[in-house]
């Protein structure tokens, strides 16, 4: 067993900054001097550093999406393989499991505003709340962790303003609780059932309406949750989101009864400006459409459609009948009008 240590360091207050990675390892703080996490498989994670050393990474203060371990290229820093649950990846999840403390430090270099101007920063505890693996920036496989700090004492809880990268983390900081954009229910076949939206739901809705940068800090499964919360918002009887993976193409089912019973299935494509949904990703949720015996699909995405997609003969006959598209001007509207009024989707 070694002598790792979970917790605070004693005699280390939180907000203390160390001028480099030397210093913050003879801290004790986070002991490794260059890997970004600290812990074993057998022992879980003690600590680590954000520094900027991957592009998916996002800081909300209280809130870390935190991408895992290795696959990099050591000149290039580029992912160029699919990460494993092993290693200081496994150690992470172990902490999750066993609810172990983790320090946090963030470095100069993590291109957020949350990071110290100088040198590495010490921003107290955090939790590993839920993980798991998605498609990275990169095209390859990452595991990402989901952070939430257990003290709201620390310098990082609000924007360094000699930090350019502030836009709208003034909305989202400390009241980005992703936990609790919606509140869960039962778990059915398909998923967990969506019982209601809370209010962080509204207040992304709003920092949305301010900046729409906004979309493109929020994770993919963020955004799946959003998007559930708007079906339970416009009068859907049952609204479940599915699994991370397994899904089957389906992210959201609603289902509405009345004199008969309307099943409405969602793919949603959390997509950055320029990487366009293609026509073959609206052929194969048809597909998904008719498996599921679903009377309806909608493909959901926060970028746009590729040109022409909709002269597609195979495609433009079942727009409207059974397929639907909502580009990124007009989900944001959609979610706009669910949070002054409840109506349909």
Known sequence: MSNRVFGHIPGISVGTVFLNRAALSDSGVHRPGQAGISGSESEGAD?????????DD????????????????????????????????KALAISKQQGLPIRVVRGATHGSPYAPAQ??????????????????????????????????????????????????????????TLLSVVEFGARTDDGQIIQAVTLP???????????????????????????????????????????????????????????????????VKAYKPGRLVTANDVRALFGVVVMDRASKGFLTTTSDFA?????????????????????????????EALAKNRSGY
């Open 58 to 89: 996002c800081d909300f203060g209280d809130v870390i999406v935190y991408t895992g371990h290795g696959a990099q290229d050591p000149i290039s820093r580029r992912q160029v393989a699919d990460q494993l649950l092993t290693r200081q990846n």
């Open 119 to 176: 040198g590495y920063r010490y921003d107290g505890l955090y939790g590993v709340d839920d993980f798991w693996h998605e498609k990275g920036a990169e095209g390859f496989t990452a595991w990402r962790f989901r952070l939430a700090r257990q003290s709201k004492s620390a310098p990082g809880a609000e924007p360094n303003p000699e930090n350019d990268a502030s836009r709208t983390t003034d909305l989202l900081g400390t009241s980005l």
């Open 47 to 55: 600590s680590l550093v954000l520094a900027g050393g991957y592009p």
């Open 307 to 335: 040109p022409r997609l909709r002269q597609d003969p195979l495609i433009a006959e079942q727009l409207g009948p059974r397929i639907e598209l909502i580009n990124g001007t007009q989900l944001l509207a959609k979610l």
């Open 201 to 267: 739901w509204f207040d992304i809705v709003r920092a949305l309406q301010k900046d729409r940068e906004v979309a493109f800090q929020l994770t993919p499964r963020q955004w799946e949750e959003l998007i559930a919360g708007a079906y339970e918002r416009a009068g859907f009887d049952q609204v479940i989101l599915t699994p991370r993976s397994g899904d089957r193409g389906r992210d959201v089912i609603a289902i509405k009864h009345g004199l008969g019973t309307i099943r409405v299935i969602d793919q």
